[in-house]
């Protein structure tokens, strides 16, 4: 792949001074975290870490991730609309994995009772490496799809202009301008703002439901303000103060604080540690509600690493949206190399296969939010410890993509500059809304590019280990 700054790295002085340039564009521009000491006061805030230089992207990929996400918003929308199927993929998952087997009780749970939801509202990010095969020709790889609480969609929409004034002090107008136009911030809003008006009640709110920590306020304030613009309410809540003060009346309508709340945007509910048993019952008051709950918990169980696995095998995607070949060929192509644990000879072949040759894999359990998945001896050392354990099935086994290095600076507060040998994720941002069966809206909204020093195999930006970037298509 083309290193288009290659003149730029060899020029110390040049890099210092644009650096000081590029703090001051982040700080000007709202690319803001609040600090680890003050993780809930914005009197004390400090810049996102990203990337002094944008990272090349090679377009041929970059227009491949936008093509196939609309496929992506319909295949979760229509996983979460399939019992059997959720049913079938978590079973084994469900006996051995306590997280995944409350969120699946409480899905069985509303479908039960019957559900009051009519309209859903998908915020999804699809996201992918760049493989070099054998003969170094890239390839676009998914690595996961995130169906809830996707983040950095707000701050990204701020980080191009900060990398175009960097371009700009460094001499490079032109390559200044061939930079993206990106405002996931705006197409999130939008998604939500079209869940809200069909929910049909002009007076209720939106609830932005929120981690006790809240680090990452400004990403989502980005969002709340586009819908504040659109004179559509929001407040933030935690899961404490629906337990304390949510209720439902005999229609299933929700209230907080005596307001009708049309739409639940789930920034938090993603990790076991985000939940004790008040905050167990409060989702499934959630659930039980009339709101648009984004996700709704059946998207939630969609995006579980199990159900990427079952959706790579022979067949799997055909059954599921019958009709639709070409979409499904789309969806194929982006796939890596997917392995079930399941007890049972299949099984027992695969993790002796990682623990062979652990280098070639990653092993990852179902979890979101980064900095879960095991590489290398790690791999070999838990496996060996769990291949004759159900336990094994909470976990899938996935090729290892080897994407080619680039080198960059990672601009962090109070960390030295110095470059870095570097490796890049790209997220695409997708939203749909659904009302009864029909879908109203079907997008993709915009894109996300973070990058990491090739020494963290795993983290994202929140988990404080890759940082914000902008493709620069090659």
């Keep these: 792949m083309a290193a288009p700054w290659r003149d730029v790295l060899r020029d110390e002085a040049a890099v210092r001074e644009a650096a000081r340039v590029a703090v001051d564009a982040a700080l000007l ?27 090349a992207v090679p377009s041929a990929l970059f227009d491949q991730a936008y093509a196939v996400q609309r496929d992506f918003n319909l295949l979760v929308d229509t996983i979460s609309q399939n019992k059997e199927f959720l049913e079938h993929t978590l079973a084994s998952t469900i006996k051995v994995d306590d997280f995944t087997a409350r969120l699946f009780r409480i899905h069985m749970q509303v479908l039960e009772e019957g559900l009051a939801q009519s309209v859903f509202l998908g915020i999804n990010r699809s996201d992918y490496m760049f493989d070099c095969g054998a003969d170094g020709t890239p390839a676009l790889k998914q690595i996961e799809i995130n ?22 002090v460094l001499g490079k107008s032109e390559e200044a301008l061939r ?14 703002a079209k869940a809200w008006e069909l929910y049909g009640s002009q007076s209720a709110v939106v609830m932005f439901l929120v981690e006790e920590v809240q680090r990452n306020i ?26 304390e003060k949510g209720s439902l009346d ?57 159900v ?43 993790a002796a296969m990682a623990i062979a040759d652990p280098d070639r894999f990653v092993l990852k359990p179902q979890r979101e939010g980064g900095g879960n998945n095991l590489y290398g001896e790690e791999l070999r050392q838990v496996l060996e ?7 094994r099935t909470s976990y899938i086994l996935m090729d290892k993509i080897k994407p080619q290095p680039a080198k960059n600076y990672l601009l962090r507060a109070h960390s030295p500059l110095r470059v870095s040998e570097c490796i890049s994720e790209l997220g695409i941002f997708g939203v749909y809304v659904r009302q009864g069966k029909e879908m109203v809206m079907n997008e993709a909204a915009g894109h996300l590019l973070r ?18 970037d902008t493709p620069y298509l090659v």
């Design 250 to 306: 005999d229609a299933k309508r929700l209230y907080m604080d005596g307001q009708e709340v049309a739409v639940v945007y789930y920034r938090e509910g993603y990790v076991p540690t985000n939940y004790d048993q008040q905050n167990w019952e409060a989702r499934l008051l959630l659930e039980r509600s009339r709101a648009v709950k984004c996700p709704d918990i059946a998207t939630q169980l969609a995006g579980t690493k199990k």
């Design 29 to 55: 521009g709202g690319v803001l975290m609040r600090t680890e000491g003050e993780p809930n006061a914005s009197d004390v805030v400090n810049y996102a870490p990203f990337t002094l230089l944008p990272s």
């Design 451 to 468: 990058t990491k020093a090739i020494e963290h195999a795993d983290g994202g930006v929140a988990a404080g280990v890759a940082v914000l």
């Design 179 to 192: 930079l993206l136009p990106n405002n996931p911030s705006k197409g999130l809003a939008l998604g939500i």
């Design 308 to 350: 990427q696995q079952e959706l790579s095998r022979p067949g799997t995607l055909e059954r599921l949206l019958p009709g639709r070949p070409e979409a499904v060929a789309r969806m194929r192509a982006t796939f890596a190399g997917l392995y079930s644990l399941d007890v049972g000879e299949e099984g027992d072949k695969i």
């Design 218 to 243: 400004f990403d989502q304030r980005c969002i709340e303000n586009e819908l504040w613009n659109r004179n559509i309410r929001v407040i933030r809540k935690r899961f404490r103060d629906v337990f």
């Design 385 to 391: 410890k769990i291949r004759d354990s159900p336990e």
């Design 147 to 168: 169906t809830i609480a996707a983040s950095f969609g707000g701050l990204t929409s701020r980080t191009a202009a900060v990398h175009g004034q960097v371009l700009k």
